[in-house]
């Protein structure tokens, strides 16, 4: 067999990094247009991110290659990578995500490599020089992998198990190829008043306008149908009387008070009383007792601070009768019976003198006694933590909304599926082929395009779903309505919100029409895009086309997919279960097969983690086989090693992915921390949360890799590992610095890349080293090292590790002092302990004199350097510390890495406060060397000339 020749990708080499996690970074606060807002998915790459690593994953390195006979030598090689990275750099803005110059230039060097790649396999199946290789996303979700393929120029593939992402990866990837540069089929009597009648309808954008004028009608017609839900209000005198429209209801739970004197009335159970907290125009509500202490009504307050904050907590509730505790047990008991309530407390209502909050006792309340249950009925699959509603009773998700909201939806969602019919009818008259063909079967007629815009419609549903349901809180900071999903779970909201869906602000019909037809007008609409319902353990695309594979696989048990997706999916299946019978055939998302380590379905959660791996290892296999040989394979993974011990960090979910990946023949032949967070973000130490996304690059394992032994393993371990840490912790060419809280992270990839080469590391009985061995080796590198150092930070690491800031006996002390070549005194001396009475102890930061001069001391150990910077830079800031650090330059090279050292000690032991100082010194640590150069460093040039 031929073997193929593999040139060597500029992921393999270098990256701009810094510019690739600033778009990264940025891009997570632009929402018009991001495909973000098309409608709710979990845990979204971003699409600067996916298009840099996709473009770098495809574009040969232009090192040289003796066995290949390619590239150029290391200065030309050094000025054409960084041609490339201006590519990458222009490419990852997000203003440029429709620019066609800067893709084209992409997309002739994607062309250009594979050419090249093509000669140097001339001959062999699948190198056609005229034709990229197929993209295949085998976990698509959210779909920016796929979607940021098809804009780079591949055919792409989207296949995903839960039919939820399925649909949304067709409105962004099959729909839009289909019916490119074809004008809106719509009335224009149905389109804005400021509709762009003259435009021209060049890729998606006659989707998008027949998206809003369709939108329109549903609307149209639902506000007929729904006129006396939401009829105006009387307002009451204080107002000047008259009719009003309410914008947003304010509703809170209740239960019946346990306690006997309050005769079995119900209390409001409210997280917050406020309405307003803007200065200028605080306002809140107040619960009023009646005298009898049974009853009470809700008034308005203005100014000021509400006298009871809130009736609720983690803890339980508050009896506003008696004054008296509600067991939180009580209050679960109660919901779980069925016996909870809901009250109106306050409504913002549109007034002819503009918006306005009532209380409710100065409007009617809602009656829904007329309306019945309308929502699918579906029951929620409990994952704690991440479903709690489940333990206060709400079990269906039917119970997520009250009745009206039910009702709104159920309406909504019956226009989507009738306007089919009306969209087919004027796209026949508008000249359209009507050939009765399916968007399912492949057609492209009449039929086919009203099934598509209803597709976009149903993503209007999902966005509305998201907003009109009970577990929407009120944001009194910016008064608005917060949408159900602001996290990855569904938990209980005490007092909720509900949007009048017929009005035009924020969380309404006419909103998701907006926030979505922005979507479509930037789709790419330049390649075909195909989405399907896949299980990646079980199947593959139907091509014979090798792939080119980037991937973005579920984190282990990190987020319940399925559990979660059943919220939209069961509103999208009463939308298209017609269009898509395959897709939506059950009444519920696929739950068993579906690759996670399910807490809901496993008791035991090893075998949770035995069905994560065992499912993985073949979806990464269905990877192996079907992908491009001459192409690596990107994995993004962000579960955040959370286990942490004496013997290092880890996590079942790394290891378990990680076995996956070596079962599967894959040796990492790159790792890119890729930022996908804001920097200034508050880091939370503990928590499955990352600032950054480590990229995982990945080649198939030569069919003639040799075993080694453990020995020499970690001999090849400890002199390469030495080099990596160095480049992560103070960057290089194409590299940027990985923060303290990512290091462990970052770490796994050169760690596992001498790992996975190898077919088997064994250990001295012959059985082949576990996973969890190698990551247990691989983090002691974190820690280790510390030879270099002066004996006293020798001393007070040693010390740290073991008893970190308490006392400690003076003859241990002694003992360890000793060993490290110093002594207790001299460590005392150098004013980093302090001694006496037989007690030893590490003084904190804080404790450090403040008026410290490095100029003038001549005994600074790096311990001592690095907590006067950690003290100045909590106290005073970036400046501050620059200050210092400009006086002790020589230093600045252990400085940095003994905060990373010391970060992942204090990770290891749980003492969250101190590992937060030593990470915000680590990635303050540009910034605290940019002001150092402005102070000018100690004993530098500039220092000397000015004697």
């Known amino acids: 067999m031929t073997a193929i020749k593999t040139p060597k990708k500029l992921i393999e080499v270098a990256l701009p990094l810094d510019d690739i996690n600033a778009a990264s970074s940025k891009e997570k606060s632009i929402r018009h247009g991001h495909p973000s807002t098309l409608h709710m998915w979990f845990a979204r790459r971003p699409l600067a991110a996916a298009r840099a690593i996709l473009f770098a994953q495809m574009v040969n390195d232009p090192g040289y290659e003796r066995h290949l006979g390619r590239g150029v030598n290391k200065e030309r090689a050094k000025v054409e990578r960084e041609r490339l990275f201006n590519i990458i750099r222009d490419l990852v803005k997000w203003e ?32 056609d020089p005229d034709k990229l290789p197929v993209f295949h996303d085998p976990f698509a979700g959210g779909g920016s992998l796929p979607l940021e393929a098809q804009r780079l120029g591949f055919e792409s593939y ?181 016996r909870l309530g809901h ?208 991937t973005d696989p579920p984190y282990y048990d990190n987020v319940p997919y399925s559990n979660l997706s059943d919220f939209f999916y069961i509103w999208m299946r009463l939308c298209l279960r017609q269009v898509f019978p395959d897709v939506f055939a059950t009444r519920q998302t696929p739950k068993k097969d579906e690759l996670v380590a399910s807490h809901s379905l496993y008791a035991d959660l090893n075998d949770a983690m035995r069905h994560f791996t065992d499912g993985m290892t073949l979806a990464l296999r269905q990877i192996h086989d079907k992908s491009n040989e001459s192409v690596p394979v990107t994995i993004y993974y962000a579960f955040k090693q959370s286990k942490t011990g004496a013997t290092g960090t880890a996590s079942s979910g790394w290891e378990s992915f990680l076995e996956s990946v070596i079962q599967s023949e894959f040796v990492i032949t790159g790792t890119w921390p890729v930022r996908t967070e804001r920097s200034s973000r508050g880091i939370a130490i503990g928590a499955n949360a990352l600032a950054s996304s480590i990229v995982l690059v990945c080649r198939k394992r030569d069919e003639g890799a040799t075993t080694v032994s453990r020995r020499e393993f970690l001999r090849e371990l400890k002199e390469q590992m030495s080099e990596a840490l160095d480049v992560m912790i103070g960057g290089g060419e194409g590299v940027s610095p990985v923060a303290p809280v990512d ?66 006996d003076f003859g241990q002390a002694d003992v360890l002092a000793r060993a490290k070549g110093t002594s207790v005194d001299g460590v005392a001396r150098a004013g980093v302990i302090e001694s006496g009475s037989g007690i030893v102890r590490l003084l904190k930061p804080s404790e450090y004199p403040a008026d410290w001069s490095p100029e003038n001391d001549n005994n600074t150990p790096v311990w001592e350097a690095l907590h006067q910077m950690v003290r100045a830079l909590q106290a005073e800031g970036e400046s501050a510390a620059g200050a210092l650090l400009a006086g002790m330059p020589a230093l600045a090279e252990n400085i940095r890495p003994l905060a990373y050292r010391l970060y992942t000690l204090c990770e290891r032991n749980g003492w969250t406060d101190e590992a937060r100082a030593y990470n915000e010194l680590g990635t303050s640590w540009t910034g605290i060397e940019s002001a150092s150069h402005e102070v000018g460093r100690f004993g530098s040039q500039r220092d000397i000339e000015s004697i």
């Open 96 to 127: 440029n995500t429709d620019n066609q110059e800067v893709l084209n230039r992409a997309r002739n060097e994607i062309k250009k490599s594979w050419r090249e790649t093509c000669e140097l396999n001339a001959g062999l199946p699948g190198f």
């Open 158 to 338: 989207a296949t995903d198990l839960n039919p939820v992402p399925v649909v949304l990866n067709k409105a962004m990837l099959e729909i839009p190829p289909r019916f490119k540069d074809r004008p809106p089929v719509g009335p224009k009597s149905l389109a804005a008043s400021q509709a762009r009648i003259d435009e021209h309808w060049e890729g998606a954008r006659g989707l998008a306008e027949d998206l809003r004028r369709y939108g329109n009608w549903v609307a149209n017609n639902a506000r007929q149908r729904l006129a006396e839900q939401y009829a105006q209000v009387t307002l009451p005198k204080r107002l000047g009387g008259g009719k009003g429209t309410v914008l947003t209801w304010l509703w809170c739970r209740t239960v019946a008070s346990p306690n006997p004197a309050a005769g079995g009335a119900h209390i409001p159970l409210s997280k917050s009383f406020q309405l307003s907290t803007k200065e200028g125009r605080k306002l809140h509500v107040v619960p009023k007792v009646s005298d009898d202490k049974r009853s009470y009504e809700f008034v308005l307050q203005e100014g000021g601070e509400p006298k009871l904050p809130s009736t609720v907590g983690g803890r339980g509730g508050f009896c506003i009768f008696t004054e008296s505790v509600v067991p939180l047990p009580y209050i679960q008991a109660e919901g779980q019976a069925g």
């Open 343 to 550: 009250r109106l407390m306050a409504a913002v209502v549109e007034t002819p003198r503009g918006k306005t909050y009532v209380a409710a006792s100065e409007i009617d309340v809602p009656d829904f006694s007329a309306l019945s249950p309308s929502a699918p009925d579906a029951e929620i699959l409990h994952w704690k933590s991440c479903t709690n509603v489940v333990v206060y009773g709400m079990t269906t998700f039917e119970s997520l909304f009250n009745l009206r909201q039910q009702h709104a939806l159920s309406t909504f969602s019956a226009l989507v599926v009738e306007s089919r019919e009306v969209i087919r009818a004027d796209a026949a008259k508008a000249g359209m082929l009507d050939d009765g063909l399916t968007l399912d079967q492949g057609g492209s007629g009449a039929t086919a395009y009203a099934e598509a815009v209803s597709v976009y419609l149903t993503c209007a549903i999902g966005r509305a779903a998201d907003y009109w349901n009970t577990l929407t809180a009120w944001e009194s900071g910016g008064e608005f309505v917060a949408h159900a999903f602001t996290k990855h779970a569904m938990p209980i909201v005490w007092d909720y919100a509900e949007i009048n869906p017929l009005t035009d602000g924020g969380g309404t019909w006419a909103s998701a029409l907006g926030w979505i037809a922005r979507v479509i007008d930037l789709l790419p609409a330049y390649a075909p895009g195909h989405a399907m319902q896949l299980d990646a353990a079980k199947a593959t695309i139907p091509t014979d086309a090798l792939t080119v594979v980037s």
């Open 743 to 808: 290091l462990a992270q970052a770490v796994i990839g050169p760690g596992m890349a001498i790992f996975s080469k190898y077919s088997a590391v064994l250990e001295a009985d012959g059985r082949p080293m576990s996973v969890h061995t190698a990551l247990t080796l691989i983090n002691k590198m974190l820690t280790e090292g510390a030879d270099g150092l002066d004996a006293d930070t020798q001393f007070c690491l040693a010390w740290f590790d073991e008893k970190g800031w308490a006392q400690g």
